[in-house]
């Protein structure tokens, strides 16, 4: 069981309406910058909410499992290094990527993440490529 905000965040992956209950009015959310429009930032509680619902309205169905690899902090800021496992609705295929999330709070809610995790494997994985395809080798692998 989670004992910081990052954690109960993403213990609650999968189900927005859980997610909100931990979010500040003024929430920002923001992911790795190579994943483009997505990444944002998102701002205010009605933009991150519905970044949360897209995420699992349109890219993974909303079962996931989430193993807490490392997880510190305190009331104020706190990090967490996990496993996200989910399938792909675009495919059907199983996607497992590392991921790390910075959660910032304040007065027990939470009011900034930074979500990062390895890029390419998310997007080879959504691409129907294994993990470590690369596409800048030769061949692309």
């Known amino acids: 069981m989670a004992k910081t905000l990052a954690g109960k965040l993403v213990e609650r992956f999968g189900r927005p309406d859980a997610m909100k209950a931990l979010y500040a009015g ?14 944002g930032p998102h701002r205010g509680l009605e933009a991150v ?7 699992w309205d ?3 169905f909303p ?3 989430v193993e807490i690899l490392d997880e510190v902090g305190d009331d104020a800021t706190s990090a967490v290094r996990f496993i996200y496992r ?4 675009n495919n059907g295929a ?4 590392h991921y790390t999330l910075f959660v910032r709070a304040r007065d027990g809610r939470i009011h ?10 998310s997007i080879n994985a959504y691409a129907g490529h294994p993990a470590d395809h690369n596409p800048y080798r030769e061949g692309g692998s």
Request: hydrophobic content about 45%; aromatic content about 14%; charged content about 20%.
């Open 49 to 55: 909410v519905a970044f949360n619902q897209r995420i």
């Open 112 to 121: 900034e993440v930074f979500e990062a995790l390895d890029t390419l494997a």
């Open 86 to 89: 989910a399938t792909y609705r």
């Open 58 to 60: 349109a890219v993974y």
């Open 63 to 65: 079962e996931v499992e």
């Open 94 to 97: 199983p996607y497992e990527n």
């Open 26 to 39: 003024d929430i920002s959310w923001s992911l790795s910058t190579s994943l483009g429009k997505i990444a």
